[in-house]
């Protein structure tokens, strides 16, 4: 949940930065505001991408019958 609650943040605060800059006066290849919204949009990638890996991953959990570790299936007896 805190995975897609930073990817939502991350990408409204990338769209909101790239509308305010968007008619800025580039200066050329090294404009520092180009830069930064390059730099956003890797890092909106990133999380794109770690929120997908992270949603497979539990949907193939769940599709297998969940964790496979329990303690009922590794047989482990609990004393008290």
Known sequence: MSLLLCFVIASLSATILTIAQADHD????????????????????????????????????AFFGGYPFTLVSVKIRMNN
Do not use: R, W, Y
């Open 26 to 61: 580039c200066i050329g290849e090294s404009c520092p505001i180009c830069v930064q919204i390059g730099k956003t949009a890797v890092i909106i990638f990133i999380l794109a991408v770690d929120l997908f890996t992270v949603t497979a991953a539990h949907a193939k959990l």
